[in-house]
Each structure stands twice: as C-alpha cells, then as structure tokens.
C-alpha cells in the first residue's frame, strides 16, 4: 500500500499455531539454506485495517477482489490464520521473487509463472525462489492461493472462525 496502515507498530502477531507453522517452515528452510531467513510482512490484519486498505486501493473492484477481500467479507488475515512471506538470503537481501510484495498485477500470480518464464516477464531465478519458498511453507502446513506468491493460509475460514479470535 505504501503507506503506514499499522502506525509504526514493528511486531506481527499469529495465533499460537499459526506461529509454530511458520516456525516450522523456518527450520524446513534452514535445514537447505542455514543463511535464509523468513520475512513476515503481515499476519493478523483487523477487519478495519482491511477495510481501509480496500477503500484506498486505486484500481476497479473487479481487480481489488483478486488481490483483497471485500470489506463486507472475512480475510484470513482478520483471524491471524494466513501470513504473507518472503525470504531474506545471504547478505541480508530479499530474494527476488519477480515482483514487490504486495504488487497487484498479473506477474504476481503463481498460476501463470509458467508462461511468464517462457515469454520472459519472469525469470528463472524468481520462479525457483518462489518455488523455495512455497516449498517450505506447504511442508509446514500452509496452503498457497493463485493471485499472490507471498500469501500463505494455514487453515480455512470456517477452522479459523471456530478457532481463532476475529480481530476487528
């Protein structure tokens, strides 16, 4: 979005099962890359912050749905039971995944990675740390979506609602 949603608040917070998914998926990562490091760049979002970010998102609402939930819907995010990740490599650089976090385009898609390798929009290098990274975020339980490389679910909605705190 860039912009401050969260007023300079520097820590994330996930339900306790959530955590030691992404724990887990951490270790999976530092079994091959002792180096590598998981980035969290949001976990639980409340339900007004994911309100806020659709009415300030500048594109039509058929795109928006791609890419957030609509504010008469529940997020994940809104139960802390889905993450959005990248990895930090050697030197401390993110990894290059194709796009920016929280680029809303096309190139963003893991269902199209393919053809964007083919026709060159995405490189090989990309695809192979996105493929690193989902890969250690489904070993450790997490699902992926098709719009998103960096978004992760640990459950579905109807779990996190019978499990988690909706945060409003």
Sequence with gaps: MNKDLYHGLQNCYLPCEVAIKLSNAQQFLNSQYPNY????????????????MWDELDMPAKDKINYLAHPSDISLHNYGAAVDVGIIGDNDVLLNMGTAFD???????????????????????????????????????????????WHFNATNKVTAAARYELIE
Excluded: Y
Aim: avoid cysteine; hydrophobic fraction near 40%; charged fraction near 25%.
């Design 37 to 52: 490091h998981l980035i969290v760049f949001d976990a639980v979002r409340p339900l007004h912050i994911q309100k806020q």
């Design 103 to 149: 680029f809303f385009g096309e190139l963003s898609e893991p269902k199209r990675e393919k053809e964007f390798v083919e026709n060159g929009k995405l490189s090989q290098e990309a695809l192979n740390n996105r493929l690193l990274l989902r890969t250690v975020m489904m070993k450790a339980g997490f699902t992926t979506i098709t719009s998103e490389w």
